[in-house]
């Protein structure tokens, strides 16, 4: 499967976005699906996770009440709702996905397929 990020910018702390990662090349409903983050000089960190019926999500302490991940599979799309958004979430943000076959993987936050990365920079 192929994924591609697209939404991301520059907002003003407090402010919002939404990221989109659309994926082809494979059946979306397959996948269980991810996002992640890495900022300048940082390890790359897990953000937030949605299983491939919507039923199960996971999210990061960090981002707990701010963001919300969901996804559209008639459009193979899942999405990255930030809102209250502070400088410490500039990052470039990946999105990933798994194969639902491995449950455990998706529960580790281990991904096996990524997308090339939205910047988003929050300004203060």
């Known amino acids: 499967v192929q994924l591609q990020a697209s939404g991301g910018g520059l907002v003003q702390a407090g402010g919002s976005l939404r990221l989109s990662c659309a994926a082809s090349g494979g059946t979306f409903t397959r996948y269980n699906m991810g996002w992640f983050r890495q900022a300048s000089g940082k390890e790359r960190e897990f953000v937030g996770g949605?299983?491939?019926?919507?039923?199960?999500?996971d999210y990061a302490d960090s981002v707990k009440g701010r963001f919300t991940i969901s996804r559209d599979n008639a459009k193979n799309t899942v999405y990255l709702q930030m809102n209250s958004l502070e400088p410490e979430d500039t990052a470039v943000y990946y999105c990933?996905?798994?194969?639902?076959?491995?449950?455990?993987?998706?529960?580790?936050?281990?991904?096996?397929?990524w997308g090339q990365g939205a910047q988003v920079t929050v300004s203060s």
């Open positions: 949605e299983g491939w019926s919507g039923g199960s999500i």
């Open positions: 990933a996905a798994v194969s639902r076959a491995y449950p455990g993987r998706w529960y580790n936050r281990e991904y096996d397929y």
